[in-house]
């Protein structure tokens, strides 16, 4: 909102109806993903891609976002991962990675393939942002989304299947690499 909020400030009336529209169709989106426990590769890219369409305008294009698909394009409908998994990494990497960097261009790559394990997709999120700043603050810092994340990956275990998450911080930004049982 308050994207939308300094759109209308700025004058720039075409640019704010577009928005509203993206946001519009992002929210109806997230509103029916969210009704469902799992969601196909190919729907939660699309998703991934508007999310972070939206968030470039947010950030006047202050980073680049890539995604590279070591998968076959055919193989994205058939196969399924649960709801809301990727999103809280790439805005993790948004927010405390690149949104405020001063002396470089940001960048976001998202890389997803099939993991050693063929059963088991490997989902990679890296920025050449700073992270967050100190090893205090990230001591001191929950999120919740990644205490979802934990729950959700917990429901495997049920099935006697594991995911799991690793998240590295270093000078050149920060790298998660996410382990989704398919």
Sequence with gaps: MGTIQNLVLEGQDE????????????????????????????DELDFLKKYTALELIRYHHEFEVSFDLELDNEELDTIYIPTMMIQPFIENAIKHGVSNLQRKRGEIHIIIRYGEDPLYLEVIVKDNGKGLASKASRASHTSTALQIIEERLKLYQIQNRYGSYTISFSKKGTEAIIKIPI
């Design 15 to 42: 640019t704010t109806l577009n928005f509203i529209s993206d946001f519009s169709s992002l929210m109806r989106t997230m509103l029916e993903h969210s009704r469902h426990d799992t969601i196909s590769l190919e």
